[in-house]
C-alpha cells in the first residue's frame, strides 16, 4: 500500500559498473520527491549488517551523475549468504525504520534481496554489471562503458600490432559470459573470438586461422578472449611456437570496470533508479527492474531469477564471417 513506505534505504552490491551513481541519485531524489525518507547503505549487504546507515538528501547525490564506480561503495558479503545473516539484515531494516530496500547489482545481489523480501522487507532489484549477464533484461547498468573502454584500448594495440605483424591476444572481462568479448570482438574486427558459451578449446583452430589469414596478407591478427576462457600469456606463447609469428598478450582487467559513464548508463541509470523507487513507494516488493524490448518494465524475482540468457546465434555466426 503507497501510503505503508515511509523510508526506502538504497544500496550497490557485487562488481561496481558505471552508471550506479546514476541509479543512486534517481531514487533519492525520486524518492525525495514522492515525500518519503531515503536511506543510503555503504558497501552493500556487509554494509547492512554492520549498520553503515546514512540520511541522504538532494545533495548527498550532486555531481555523481558522471562520475565512475559507486559513491556508497559496494562488497561482497558472506555472511548474507546465510539465514542468520538475512534475518539480522531485515531486522537492522526495522531498527532503522527502513520498509524497503533498492538494491543495484547482478543476479547473487538479486538472490540476497530475494530473502530480504521473503523476510519482510521490500525489495527491488536494478540490473548493475559491466558483463550483460543478467537474463531478465535486455540491459545492464555499465555494459556500455565498458565496452566502449575496452574498443577503444584494443583500437590502440591493433595500430601496434599491425606495425610490428604480430598477432595479439587481448583478454577482456567476463568471468561466465561472452557479451563484452562479441561486442568489442566485433566491434574491433577481431579475426577470432573466444567465448565461454561456445569456445570448444581447439586452440588448432585458431592456430590454422593465423596461418591461412596471414597467407591472405593480413597484417595482424586480433584475438579477443573473455576471461572465462583466460590463460592469455600461455595462449600467446603456444601460438608464437606453433606459427612463428610473434605473439603478445593484454590483459584488459580492471580499466574496463572503472571510468566516466556514458550517456546510455547515465541515461538508463537514472531511469531505472526512478522507476525503482516508484514501485517500492508504490508498495510493490520482490521485483527486478529491466529493459525489454526497449521498454522499462519490472518482473517478479523468482521468474527473473530462473529466466536463461544465451548469446545470440546470429551475432556470433556473424562475428565470425566478418572477421575473415
Ligand atoms: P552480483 O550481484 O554482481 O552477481 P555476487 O554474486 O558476488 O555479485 O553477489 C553479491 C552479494 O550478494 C554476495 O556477496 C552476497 O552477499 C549476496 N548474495 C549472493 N548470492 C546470494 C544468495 N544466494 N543468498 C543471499 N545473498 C546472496
Ligand atoms: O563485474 C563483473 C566482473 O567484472 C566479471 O567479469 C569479473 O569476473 C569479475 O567482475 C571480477 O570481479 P572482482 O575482481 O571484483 O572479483
Redesign the pocket.
Known amino acids: 500500500m503507497a501510503n505503508s513506505i515511509r523510508t526506502i534505504g538504497v544500496l550497490t ?3 561496481d559498473a558505471p552508471g550506479m551513481n546514476a541509479a543512486i541519485r534517481a531514487v533519492v531524489r525520486e524518492g525525495l520527491a514522492r515525500g518519503v525518507k531515503v536511506k543510503g547503505i555503504y558497501r ?2 556487509h554494509g547492512l549488517l554492520n549498520e553503515e546507515i546514512v540520511d541522504m538528501d538532494s545533495r548527498s547525490v550532486s555531481d555523481i551523475i558522471q562520475r565512475g564506480g559507486t559513491i556508497l561503495g559496494t562488497a ?3 555472511e ?2 546465510e539465514r542468520e545473516g ?1 534475518q539480522r539484515g531485515a531486522d537492522i531494516c526495522r531498527k532503522h525504520g527502513i520498509d524497503g530496500i533498492v538494491v543495484i ?5 538479486y ?2 534481496a530475494q ?1 530480504l523480501s521473503h523476510l519482510g522487507i521490500n525489495t527491488i532489484g536494478i540490473p548493475g ?1 559491466i558483463d550483460l549477464d543478467i537474463s531478465s533484461t535486455d540491459y545492464t547498468l555499465g555494459f556500455d562503458t565498458a565496452v566502449n573502454t575496452a574498443m577503444e584500448a584494443i583500437d590502440k594495440i591493433r595500430d601496434t600490432s599491425s606495425s610490428h605483424e604480430r598477432c595479439s591476444v587481448i583478454e577482456v572481462m567476463g568471468r561466465h559470459a561472452g557479451y563484452i568479448a562479441l561486442w568489442c570482438g566485433v566491434a574491433n574486427g577481431a579475426e577470432d573470438i573466444l567465448i565461454p558459451e561456445k569456445y570448444d578449446y581447439n586452440e588448432m583452430d585458431v592456430i590454422n586461422n593465423i596461418i591461412a589469414n596471414r597467407k591472405k596478407g593480413k597484417k595482424h591478427h586480433l584475438i579477443i578472449n573473455a576471461e572465462g576462457i583466460g590463460h592469455s600469456i600461455s595462449m600467446a606463447r603456444r601460438i608464437e611456437a606453433a606459427t612463428g609469428i610473434e605473439t603478445r598478450a593484454t590483459i584488459l582487467g580492471h580499466m574496463q570496470r572503472g571510468g566516466r559513464p556514458t550517456c546510455k548508463d547515465r541515461f538508463y541509470g537514472s531511469m531505472m533508479g526512478s522507476y525503482a523507487a516508484d514501485i517500492l513507494i508504490e508498495g510493490k516488493t520482490n521485483r527486478v527492474v529491466a529493459v525489454q524490448h526497449g521498454e522499462i518494465v519490472d518482473i517478479d524475482i523468482d521468474e527473473a531469477l530462473t529466466m536463461k540468457k544465451n548469446i545470440d546465434d546470429y551475432q556470433y555466426q556473424v562475428s565470425k564471417i566478418l572477421g575473415r
Request: aromatic content about 10%.
Open positions: 552490491s557485487g562488481g552493500g549487504y561482497r558479503c558472506s548474507f549468504m538475512q547489482g547482478g543476479d547473487g545481489s538472490r540476497g530473502k554489471t
